[in-house]
């Protein structure tokens, strides 16, 4: 079956940089998502790119897909306090069924 | 634009009883789905439907049911409460199934079985 992999946790300081990596397994996807996970929150969409990109970058976001190895990064440039959340890569089975796969979600932890 | 509505926000249960967690959406989507998240297991998919009256299975239906009676609303039942269940749930819609349309998801319903 698809699967999707992510570190757990994330420790950066205030203004640093903080990049949060993914694995997945589809290699048709189309589309690769990040949602952020605010406490007591549900998921949020926060970028997402097309397979036939290499980056993406939005403002202090940037997304980064290798196909080859079929390895997803999110970078958040000037990490602030209030980046701490969850955050989950995902992907959609395109095996007719287009459900969503996601990942285990990395809690990322800002440090003032 | 209450978005995707769910009620309640927290429950506790004890073992054997039953609930309906419930679920609305006021953006018209035909697609709505029904997660369990754990600690460190992500989001894993219990059911869902992709318009009233279908609903279909996910990776971990056992102990749940649906029903999809209207577009709006997609409620998640559960019979018999164990703790295995504890968990938090999240219900997500989308306006159509496809890799161009990700999913709005509701605050969540955190279920607590002792």
């Known amino acids: 079956g698809e699967d999707v992999e992510q570190s757990l946790f994330l420790s950066v300081r205030e203004g640093d940089s903080s990049v949060i990596n993914c694995t997945y397994t589809d290699s048709s996807s189309t589309y690769l998502y990040w949602y952020k996970q605010e406490p007591g929150a549900g998921l949020q969409l926060l970028t997402y790119?097309?397979?036939?990109?290499d980056m993406k970058q939005d403002q202090r976001l940037t997304v980064l897909l290798n196909k080859k190895d079929k390895h997803l990064s999110l970078r958040i440039a000037d990490t602030q306090t209030g980046d701490s959340a969850i955050y989950f890569c995902a992907e959609i089975e395109t095996s007719g069924t287009y459900k969503y796969i996601f990942g285990t979600g990395t809690r990322l932890k800002v440090l003032a | 634009n209450a978005g995707v509505t769910q009620t309640p926000k927290f429950r506790i249960l004890k073992i054997g009883q039953s609930m309906t967690l419930q679920c609305a959406q006021d953006?018209?989507?035909?697609?709505m789905y029904w997660y369990r998240q754990d600690p460190g297991m992500g989001l894993k998919l219990i059911y869902y439907?992709?318009?009233?009256?279908?609903?279909d299975k996910g990776e971990v239906p056992n102990g749940y049911n649906v029903s999809r009676s209207t577009t709006e609303d997609f409620p998640l039942r559960l019979e018999l409460a164990a703790p295995s269940q504890t968990s938090v749930y999240f219900c997500?819609?989308?306006?159509?199934?496809?890799?161009?349309?990700?999913?709005?998801f509701g605050n969540g319903t955190r279920l607590t079985v002792t």
């Open positions: 997500a819609s989308s306006p159509r199934q496809g890799e161009e349309s990700p999913l709005h």
């Open positions: 439907s992709v318009g009233a009256g279908i609903t």
């Open positions: 953006m018209n989507h035909n697609y």
């Open positions: 790119i097309f397979s036939n990109m």
